[in-house]
């Protein structure tokens, strides 16, 4: 479509020919010698007529792109569509000047009347190559836009894909370990993990679930690796009532809980400790009303694990968040005094 005639812009570009006709009846006026009303009959009309003639310059702009097009085809093409546009002008006015009775003559205007037509049709073809290449921007930046997007569900689906599979192999090394000392609780961890996977299934397809239901599958897999370490894992959680209906991705929390029990809770020789903590913060300063959610393990500060905490769940995660969240997330590790504490920040209202 026209960009004159798109968005209610034709009324502007109406009222922006009104100081045309009075520049044109100023022409005539002074070159011409002809009267104020005379040339105010020849010049309303003749500049109605020439605005249809400029929109015209539309479609060969259109045409001849400058990134397509050789530059001076594209210059000899609007300067000859100029020279025949002004021409016309001209012999448009002095047509409605021969057929009015009007006394005088308009033939010394008419140079002055065809310059000042070449200079308008110019000025058109150059608007509406701003126009072309304004729209070429924004469609640009759509595309990018649509390619960010597109490239984070990819990297969401992989991650996704990456995690199940690294839960499940560390899950059936713990059965493995446990059906030669005891047979009876690796066949219980056998049926807490079917149950596990099965509440899972269908999972990866969704881009958020509430809080409550990731909470609910880390407790799950938590019940799994009790019935490997019983005793020597304490879990307690401070949860606020406010997180339940939070949207977060999924599996997101399950990870960073796994590498408490991978990394801090299988090396301790003494029973250990997960916390999962979770509450809303209210805005302050810059920074906008967010959720945080601390998950907080005890482990050996002389074990070979702990200089491996930089693995696959750590990193999963901060992947996944900046993929979901964008900049308005974040993830900080640190450990101290023999506790490794993980801590997200996330918005609440995710970029995608």
Same mark, same amino acid.
């Given at each position: 479509m026209h960009p004159v005639i798109r968005g209610g812009r034709l009324a502007v570009y109406v009222a922006?020919?009104?100081?045309? %006709?009075? #520049? /044109?009846?100023?022409?005539? $006026?002074?070159?011409?010698?002809l009267t104020w009303r005379v040339s105010a %009959?020849? #010049? /309303?009309?003749?500049?109605? $007529?020439?605005?249809?003639?400029?929109?015209?310059?539309?479609?060969?702009?259109r045409a001849l792109r400058p990134h397509a097009e050789p530059i001076a085809r594209i210059v000899i093409t609007h300067l000859a569509s100029a020279v025949v546009a002004a021409a016309l002008w001209a012999g448009v006015?002095?047509?409605?000047?021969?057929?009015?009775?009007?006394?005088?003559?308009i033939a010394p205007a008419l140079p002055a009347v065809f310059a000042l037509g070449l200079v308008l049709y110019l000025l058109a073809v150059a608007l509406y190559y701003v126009v072309l290449a304004v729209d070429a921007a924004r469609?640009?930046?759509?595309?990018?836009?649509?390619?960010?997007v597109l490239a984070g569900k990819a990297e969401l689906r992989a991650l996704k894909a990456q995690i199940n599979p690294h839960f499940l192999y560390n899950s059936l090394n713990s059965i493995s370990a446990l059906t030669s000392v005891d047979p009876g609780k690796a066949r219980e961890m056998c049926v807490q993990l079917a149950g596990f996977l099965r509440s899972t299934l269908g999972m990866g397809e969704k881009a958020a679930i509430p809080f409550s239901e990731e909470l609910a599958l880390t407790r799950s897999y938590l019940n799994i690796e009790r019935v490997r370490f019983g005793a020597r894992l304490e879990v307690e959680e401070e949860i606020g009532a406010e997180c339940d209906g939070f949207p977060v991705p999924p599996l997101?929390?399950?990870p960073l809980v796994e590498n408490a029990i991978v990394h801090g809770i299988a090396n301790l020789v003494d029973a250990g400790f997960v916390r999962i903590r979770a509450h809303q913060t209210a805005a302050e300063g810059d920074r906008p009303e967010e959720m945080r959610?601390?998950?907080?393990?005890?482990?050996d500060p002389e074990g070979q694990s702990?200089?491996?905490?930089?693995?696959?769940?750590?990193?999963?995660?901060r992947k996944r968040i900046q993929a979901h969240y964008g900049s308005g997330a974040a993830i900080q590790a640190a450990a101290a005094d023999?506790?490794?504490?993980?801590?997200?920040?996330?918005p609440l209202s995710g970029k995608g």
């Open positions: 922006a020919w009104l100081p045309v %006709a009075y #520049a /044109l009846s100023w022409l005539l $006026v002074d070159q011409g010698k %009959a020849v #010049a /309303l009309p003749a500049c109605g $007529v020439y605005a249809l003639f400029c929109l015209s310059a539309w479609y060969p702009c006015a002095a047509g409605i000047f021969g057929a009015l009775p009007l006394t005088g003559s469609q640009a930046e759509a595309r990018e836009a649509e390619a960010y997101l929390l399950q959610i601390v998950v907080e393990n005890s482990f702990s200089r491996q905490r930089g693995g696959f769940g750590l990193a999963s995660v023999a506790v490794y504490r993980v801590e997200m920040r996330l």
